[in-house]
């Protein structure tokens, strides 16, 4: 029997207009950071990337089944449900491993997803590198993990809540992600990396503010940390050379923030021909930045850009204001680096014409993509904290889909009317000449996906139609009777 096996089961954003053929499939990078740290301290360990694979829950139970003594579930609020699902049924086995759950809904909520859950044995919450050692030791020794920072446990009937881990200061003293025991093939995303063997790469950790609708200042405590340039080279190499891999997308939140190391990377990026994109805030994007990038042959730059309302700019705490979106998406137009715009639909108090302003802006502002987003009021945020106990918010996880449903209406709204919005969205920017000029040419590029996406985007577009055609019929009778 193998000591430890790390579960991921499904990510969040998903299956958006009813297909998968446009999903970003991405490696689980938290679990092959612990994997790695793991393996260093000698254990046998499995990464089971059940989203990648495309495995049911059946198939992954199957895997699961009396092989190993610990199973580790990276979990958020949409699978959490999946996740206890699955550990009840483990628990029926012969094996009875001891089950763990960590990440973001295990971090907010460390006590609360436990509690109630006995097929759950313990959370970890916070960064996991330094936590997982002692935690595997002791729970394969049978023994208390009383004053394990950073855990929550059972004992005697009661739930345990340890003192929180402080956070990993030198980021380059963790190792490498444990790329070996991930399915490399199955990761793609045919927009953003035009069908090309991708994977991601964290170069540093956490946020400087604290957006209201945002997960990450509770997880990093709005502090920044920082891979060097050089580790982050190592990994860049590392991966092309093992793996053949043809384009890199940083999921650093803040990529551009230190601008010394960024000019380093850039200068990196341009000798070893890699592809990349990255993602980073409005307020860390100045003229001399977007020259940078583009010197950098960066591919695109991903910015949240949410809404160009002020009054809705400051209720989600976004401490930026729509004039400093729209010179900056001008600066990055300037130079002709391409900008994949996140936008929120639903923001609390927004206005259906403050939506479509939104929407309107998107379309007009020559930006290369656009990903509209339903909001979604997860554990662990400052919205959390506001809306918990309001019956705006669902209490059901299940519907916490940020790529299509709406778990948070207020009263003044209704679901048939954000949904509505949202298909208008995704219909007037891809409509447009500009937009499907971009889709022909990354489907050109993909020759192996071609037909599924050209399908996909038939199937996409008659269906945006018919739903809009309907619930304006809808909308019409109703106003009829009034």
Not at 170 to 196: N, V
């Amino acid at each position: 029997m193998f000591d430890i096996c790390l579960v991921y089961v499904q990510p969040c954003a998903q299956g958006r207009l009813g297909t998968h053929v446009f999903d970003v499939v991405l490696p689980p990078l938290g679990l092959a950071y612990l994997a790695a740290v793991l393996e260093r301290q000698g254990y046998t360990v499995t990464i089971i990337d059940a989203f990648a694979e495309k495995l049911s829950q059946q198939e992954l139970l199957e895997r699961l089944r009396d092989k190993y003594r610990i199973v580790g579930f990276y979990c958020d609020t949409l699978n959490y449900n999946t996740i206890l699902d699955i550990a009840n049924r483990l628990k029926r086995t012969h094996a009875r491993p001891h089950i763990i759950i960590g990440g973001p809904h295990a971090t907010a909520l460390p006590g609360e997803s436990i509690s109630e859950h006995p097929q759950i044995d313990c959370a970890v919450f916070g960064e996991g590198e330094i936590t997982i050692v002692p935690l595997v030791k002791r729970l394969l020794e049978e023994k208390s993990l009383k004053d394990i920072q950073g855990v929550a446990y059972k004992e005697n009937g009661r739930i345990v809540v340890n003192q929180p881990r402080p956070l990993i200061e030198d980021l380059d003293s963790i190792p490498m992600p444990a790329w070996h025991l991930l399915p490399i093939k199955k990761y793609r995303s045919l927009i953003e990396a035009k069908g090309k063997r991708i994977m991601h790469i964290m170069g540093s950790r956490g946020c400087f503010n604290d957006c209201n609708y945002c997960f990450n200042a509770k997880m990093w405590h709005k502090k920044i940390r920082l891979h060097s340039a050089e580790r982050i080279m190592q990994e860049v190499d590392y991966l092309r050379s093992q793996y053949a891999i043809q384009f890199i997308q940083f999921y650093d939140d803040n990529f551009t923030l230190d601008k010394k190391r960024l000019i380093i990377l850039t200068e990196q990026f341009v000798q070893s021909k890699v592809a990349w994109s990255c993602s980073t805030r409005i307020d860390l994007l100045n003229e001399e930045i977007i020259q940078h990038l583009k010197r950098g042959h960066v591919d695109h730059v991903c910015i949240g850009i949410e809404t160009v309302n002020d009054r809705l700019l400051k209720i989600i705490n976004k401490n930026i204001t729509s004039d400093e979106i729209k010179k900056t998406i001008e600066l990055c137009n300037k130079y002709k680096v391409k900008v994949l715009g996140m936008f929120i639909i639903g923001i609390p108090q927004e206005t259906e014409k403050e939506a479509l302003e939104t929407i309107s802006f998107a379309c007009n502002s020559n930006i290369f993509f656009a990903v509209f987003s339903c909001l979604t009021i997860f554990p662990g945020t400052n919205f959390f904290q506001i809306y918990k106990n309001s019956s705006y918010l669902s209490k059901d996880y299940s519907q916490y889909d940020l790529s299509k449903n709406f778990s948070f209406i207020e009263k003044n709204r209704s679901k048939a009317e954000l949904e509505r919005i949202l298909k208008k969205a995704y219909l007037k920017f891809y409509t447009r000449p500009a937009a499907v000029y971009s889709l022909a040419m990354l489907m050109l590029r993909n020759p192996p996906q071609l037909l599924k996406a050209i399908i996909a985007l038939l199937q996409v577009f008659f269906t945006l139609t018919y739903d809009l055609i309907c619930s304006k019929e809808i909308s019409s009778k109703k106003n009829c009777k009034k």
